[in-house]
């Protein structure tokens, strides 16, 4: 009998975890979602903070009472392994940072990845009337881990979007 060296499967790519969190929330499996992240992980719409699971469990069950069906359709995704934060600020090209850093250590790289999808659905509003078809919305989420597990997901839509999200969560906690 020969000597195999077996070899182990690589971790998911961060893609992948952001792509199995899309899954989890389309089928309103918050466990999943939160067996995916870290236990300090920041939920980010259009730069508000969401912190902790109770928080995120009482967002995520207000938005799937206020869209029962709503999906979010992948158009794109990419991963890029870059620095945490960036290596210089202001206008301009960077100059030389190693020499102007100070003795500060830069942040490690992190694994991110970089999903556009579609979000779409019916509303559900008061009094339990549907309105089929009634709302759709493109989304740009960078997902950054630490760990394989998901610590932060930053996700960007239209200035009229966060709005339009609370009342669908509102008219979903009211029907």
Known sequence: MSTQTLATAAPP?????????????DTHDFDAMSAL?????????????????????????GWWQAVPDGTASVVDA?????????????????????????GR????????????????????????KRIDGAWSFPVAVICTLRDGRIAEWREFCGPDTMDQMEALVRAGATA
Not at 78 to 101: F, V
Not at 108 to 128: N, Y
């Open 105 to 128: 250590k830069r942040a490690a790289p992190a694994e991110r990845a970089v999903v556009h999808f579609e979000a779409s659905g019916t509303h559900l509003v008061r009094g339990g």
């Open 37 to 61: 992240c870290t236990e300090d992980h920041a939920f980010v719409i259009n730069g508000k903070v969401f912190n902790g699971d109770d928080v995120l469990r009482t967002l995520w069950t």
């Open 78 to 102: 990419l991963a890029a392994n870059e620095p945490a934060t960036p290596k210089h600020s202001g206008n301009g090209p960077s100059r030389n940072t190693r020499a102007r850093s100070n």
């Open 13 to 25: 790519t961060a893609c992948e975890i952001a792509l199995a969190f899309i899954e989890a929330m």
